[in-house]
């Protein structure tokens, strides 16, 4: 899964917050069967998308051990637009969402990992 996305920028905005920039690999064997002619991000690849830039931004791998809220407010298009992904974590809570380029909330999330 690690070709997936694309890391293009990263920006700390508070301690354990960073903001990144990314691109979906529209190529990516996930979306040849979700859909195919219409692809559209899974909603378990977006929650690894902000799960594995927390490990990024923490230096470790982690796991997910509760997700307590995580809301779908539209589909993640893999088009080629770069999307934001803001993630928060102090090492056991995190949260994210992911933003399209034109600032709308797709996607929010939050949980607990070790």
Do not use: W
Request: with cysteine; proline share 4%; charged share 20%.
């Amino acid at each position: 899964m690690n070709d997936f996305f694309t890391i293009v920028s990263k920006n700390s905005i508070a301690e354990g917050a960073y903001s990144y920039v990314v691109e979906l690999n529209a190529g990516h064997k996930v979306f040849e069967g979700h859909f195919p002619g219409n692809p559209i991000v899974p909603g378990v690849m977006s929650m690894m998308m902000i799960r594995m830039l927390a490990e990024e931004s923490l230096g470790r791998t982690t796991r997910y051990t509760a997700v307590k809220d995580c809301k779908y407010l539209q589909t993640i298009i893999p088009d080629g637009t770069a999307l934001t992904v803001n993630v928060t974590t102090d090492g056991s809570a995190l949260s994210g969402d992911i933003f399209s380029a034109d600032s709308v909330c797709l996607m929010k999330i939050k949980g607990t990992i070790e």
